[in-house]
Each structure stands twice: as structure tokens, then as C-alpha cells.
């Protein structure tokens, strides 16, 4: 039986992460909500949420994990042409919002439905408020081409989601993100679940007690607090 969180539990009353065990996609728990501090708390952890309309809230944190540590990003010929010739324009945290919407209605999502519910939407959103969750934009003029978002947390970042309406779009700004997040000392880059296009950019498969025993080590409790305070500062 698959335990069940309440909206009135504490943000962090989560389940021990080992007893995903039992379940091989790495499913802990249910229920709870959205709010920063549950959110937060979930993905210091090694958690995330994922689920599907008329679903409830779904926790999840697979074994084996996929992740991309900085320096090992793989930089195709093509991608090295995409970055010298399209000229394409960069930002960092410029149209949050937009990248989310975006990310949530890009290729098969747009027919098969998104994880992306609005209740998600708004979560991200106010993490990004709050100086937790970040975005990449890639402009082509004056129209966004592609981009990607996700959380850093002390020396790690949690990819959630990208998209690409041009060649190689969403591939800028994954580039362009892991040398700024290199440039800071991060450590390693969630990718949460297994696919060929992460493979082919460098990812690979770690087991989730390595992965859970990295982020203890790259997320100071202090990483999250502080952060807290300077929101509370600056209401």
C-alpha cells in the first residue's frame, strides 16, 4: 500500500527514500501538496513530484538515477555549429513563466496531455519567486526558440523540463547552463529518468544511494534556509 501524505503533515514527513525500494520506478508515496517548503524539503531528499491529471500528487525518486555531472557534457559537431552560426541569444531567468508554459505544450505534450497541470505551473512559478527555481531562455530575434528550467539547491541543480522550437534550441541553453552552474561550483545535474537524448549529452545512470549521498554532501541544510529568510527579508 502506498503511504499517504496529508496537506496538514510537516513539509518534510516524507517516507525514508529506501522504501522505494519496493517499488522499481522509484514510487514512495502520495498525496501532500505543493507548497515551497514541502516541495523543497521533497527535493533535497532525491524526490520529485510527477503525475497526471486526476491523479494525486505522486512522489518519486528512481534507482538507478539519471544525472549529468558538469564536466562531462558531450558537445556534438552539430551542436558546436548551432552554437557559432545560428545566432541565437541567451538569457538567465528573464521569462520563468514563459518557459514553463512553454515546456508544458511543446511537441508530444501539446496532444498527449502534460504533467505540467497549472497547480505545477504556479508551484515552479513561486519556487522561482522565492530564488529557488531557475530558467535558460533562447531567443532567435525576438521570439523564444528554446529554453529549459529546473532548481539549484547548494551545488546541485534538478533539471525538469526543456523545449525547442528551433535546431538545437533546447541544446543552447542545456550548454549554457551547465557552464554557468560550473562557473559556481555545482556539482551534479538531476535528470531524474533514463532516455537516449540524455545519454547522447553526457548523462548516465548512478545508483540512488550514490545519488542521495551526493546531495547530502552538495545541499547544506543552510542552503534552504537561507534562502527562506532572505524571501521573508525581502516581504
Known amino acids: ?29 502520495a498525496g501532500g501538496d505543493l507548497v515551497p517548503e514541502r516541495m523543497l524539503a521533497a527535493y533535497r531528499r532525491g524526490l520529485f513530484p510527477w503525475y497526471a491529471a486526476g491523479q494525486p500528487i505522486l512522489w518519486w525518486s528512481p534507482d538507478p538515477r539519471m544525472v549529468l555531472f558538469p564536466d562531462e557534457l558531450r558537445v556534438s559537431r552539430s551542436l558546436r555549429k548551432s552554437l557559432r552560426n545560428r545566432g541565437y541569444r541567451v538569457t538567465f531567468d528573464q521569462a520563468f513563466a514563459e518557459v514553463v508554459s512553454q515546456c508544458a505544450d511543446s511537441g508530444a505534450r501539446a496532444f498527449e496531455g502534460t504533467w505540467i497541470s497549472p497547480d505545477m505551473h504556479a508551484a515552479y512559478v513561486e519556487l522561482h519567486r522565492r530564488g529557488h527555481a531557475h530558467s535558460v531562455e533562447v531567443w532567435c530575434e525576438e521570439r523564444l526558440a528554446g529554453g529549459l528550467y529546473g532548481l539549484e539547491l547548494g551545488r546541485a541543480f534538478f533539471g525538469e523540463s526543456m523545449f525547442s522550437n528551433e535546431t538545437d534550441a533546447s541544446k543552447v541553453a542545456l550548454f549554457h547552463q551547465v557552464a554557468a552552474l560550473r562557473d559556481r561550483g555545482v556539482e551534479i545535474i538531476d535528470c531524474q529518468v533514463a532516455s537516449e537524448h540524455l545519454f547522447s549529452l553526457g548523462a548516465r545512470l548512478i545508483a540512488r544511494s550514490e545519488f542521495i549521498a551526493r546531495l547530502e554532501r552538495a545541499i547544506p541544510p543552510t542552503a534552504v534556509l537561507a534562502a527562506q529568510a532572505d524571501h521573508r527579508t525581502a516581504r
Open 1 to 29: 500500500m502506498i503511504p499517504w501524505l496529508k496537506m496538514s503533515d510537516p513539509p518534510d514527513a516524507f517516507p525514508p527514500v529506501s522504501r522505494a525500494l519496493e517499488d522499481p520506478d522509484g514510487l514512495l508515496c
